[in-house]
């Protein structure tokens, strides 16, 4: 049995497909699926798994043995917004709560896949290695950044991550993040800007060293995180912190470029003023160093942006087959 926590969510359900995908159904979900104006139940439509628990209940249930033999379990649910204020509800939901995940698979030797993120490299003055010595260093500029930091200091100094692999996700995009509302992708608010407007507005810069949309980050096809994470399923041997990216950086000019091309039209993009609160915690450049992910074996090819988003926008945005799950096998691998 392999158990997804955030697993109604836009990477866990995504990770549901590539299980289905590959012949295994003995899944259980843990999730809260809200309410029925963001259809976060849609991720699940259609796919297969054994059973659903809800977030709350589900330390109990595991830490009471009642779930049977589990052979792996993926940490993926957490609360993501970057612009998250409950510092105290960050710690226990992010930290605390991953904390006690963690402690049952180290204390049963189950297989553990963790969600951390590329928030946790602040500013990215140190770098963006997952490589690194001293993680101490990092200085991640927001409270949802700084809770999953900590959880990989508590997976470090309890040698966690000699047998589990962390996730530093950076920008990822793709079908099953409908419901993210604010923190979508660029992708899916360009798409809709797009079709509303006919065109799309990006932030200015306000760092001389930057032009208007032309901030970088490292964009990722969900279904090459999928991917990585099945690869590290069938790899156990392979553990601790791996950048989840695409290596390069790219513009959000590119992004949103790229998306108008899906469309077959010509970019016209406004560049308004970046909101004063976020100024101080702008990332302006970010980009994975996957040269430790390449070194443990993985040797696939990831995916460009320009296909990705092709692929998204096209087979899914554009078209009434939303989600992975009603794409079936008919999407390339």
């Given at each position: 049995m392999i158990i997804i926590t955030g697993g109604a969510?836009?990477?866990?359900?995504?990770?549901?497909?590539?299980?289905?995908?590959?012949?295994?159904?003995?899944?259980?979900?843990?999730?809260?699926?809200?309410?029925?104006?963001?259809?976060?139940?849609?991720?699940?439509?259609?796919?297969?798994?054994?059973?659903?628990?809800?977030?709350?209940?589900?330390?109990?249930?595991?830490?009471?043995?009642?779930?049977?033999?589990?052979?792996?379990?993926?940490?993926?649910?957490?609360?993501?917004?970057?612009?998250?204020?409950?510092?105290?509800?960050?710690?226990?939901?992010?930290?605390?709560?991953?904390?006690?995940?963690?402690?049952?698979?180290?204390?049963?030797?189950?297989?553990?896949?963790?969600?951390?993120?590329?928030?946790?490299?602040?500013?990215?003055?140190?770098?963006?290695?997952?490589?690194?010595?001293?993680?101490?260093?990092?200085?991640?500029?927001?409270?949802?950044?700084?809770?999953?930091?900590?959880?990989?200091?508590?997976?470090?100094?309890?040698?966690?991550?000699?047998?589990?692999?962390?996730?530093?996700?950076?920008?990822?995009?793709?079908?099953?993040?409908?419901?993210?509302?604010?923190?979508?992708?660029?992708?899916?608010?360009?798409?809709?800007?797009?079709?509303?407007n006919g065109s799309v507005k990006l932030f200015q810069?306000?760092?001389?060293?930057?032009?208007?949309?032309?901030?970088?980050?490292?964009?990722?096809?969900?279904?090459?995180?999928?991917?990585?994470?099945?690869?590290?399923?069938?790899?156990?041997?392979?553990?601790?912190?791996?950048?989840?990216?695409?290596?390069?950086?790219?513009?959000?000019?590119?992004?949103?470029?790229?998306?108008?091309?899906?469309?077959?039209?010509?970019?016209?993009?406004?560049?308004?003023?970046?909101?004063?609160?976020?100024?101080?915690?702008?990332?302006?450049?970010?980009?994975?160093?996957?040269?430790?992910?390449?070194?443990?074996?993985?040797?696939?090819?990831?995916?460009?942006?320009?296909?990705?988003?092709?692929?998204?926008?096209?087979?899914?945005?554009?078209?009434?087959?939303?989600?992975?799950?009603?794409?079936?096998?008919?999407?390339?691998?």
């Amino acid at each position: 049995m392999i158990i997804i926590t955030g697993g109604a969510g836009f990477i866990g359900s995504a990770m549901l497909w590539e299980l289905n995908r590959k012949g295994e159904n003995d899944v259980i979900i843990v999730d809260d699926l809200g309410s029925t104006t963001t259809e976060k139940w849609r991720n699940l439509s259609g796919l297969k798994f054994a059973d659903i628990i809800p977030i709350d209940l589900f330390p109990d249930i595991l830490e009471k043995g009642a779930l049977g033999k589990i052979s792996a379990i993926f940490h993926i649910g957490a609360n993501s917004s970057t612009t998250e204020t409950d510092a105290d509800h960050l710690l226990t939901n992010n930290y605390g709560y991953s904390k006690r995940v963690a402690s049952f698979c180290m204390a049963h030797a189950i297989r553990l896949v963790y969600a951390s993120s590329a928030a946790t490299y602040g500013n990215g003055s140190n770098g963006y290695s997952d490589d690194m010595t001293d993680l101490h260093i990092l200085r991640p500029l927001n409270m949802y950044g700084y809770s999953k930091h900590l959880f990989d200091l508590w997976a470090v100094k309890n040698h966690l991550l000699d047998h589990a692999a962390g996730l530093k996700f950076f920008n990822v995009y793709g079908p099953n993040e409908y419901h993210k509302g604010d923190m979508s992708s660029v992708v899916l608010k360009a798409f809709h800007q797009i079709q509303d407007n006919g065109s799309v507005k990006l932030f200015q810069s306000h760092r001389p060293d930057f032009r208007d949309g032309e901030q970088l980050r490292d964009f990722v096809f969900v279904r090459d995180c999928t991917r990585i994470m099945a690869w590290l399923l069938e790899n156990p041997s392979v553990a601790g912190l791996f950048n989840i990216g695409s290596g390069t950086a790219r513009s959000f000019k590119d992004l949103a470029t790229a998306t108008f091309d899906a469309l077959g039209k010509q970019p016209v993009i406004n560049y308004v003023p970046m909101p004063e609160t976020l100024r101080d915690k702008y990332q302006y450049y970010t980009c994975a160093d996957i040269t430790k992910l390449r070194k443990a074996g993985f040797s696939e090819q990831l995916t460009s942006i320009e296909d990705g988003v092709q692929e998204y926008v096209q087979q899914y945005l554009a078209s009434d087959n939303r989600y992975f799950n009603h794409s079936g096998t008919s999407l390339s691998s």
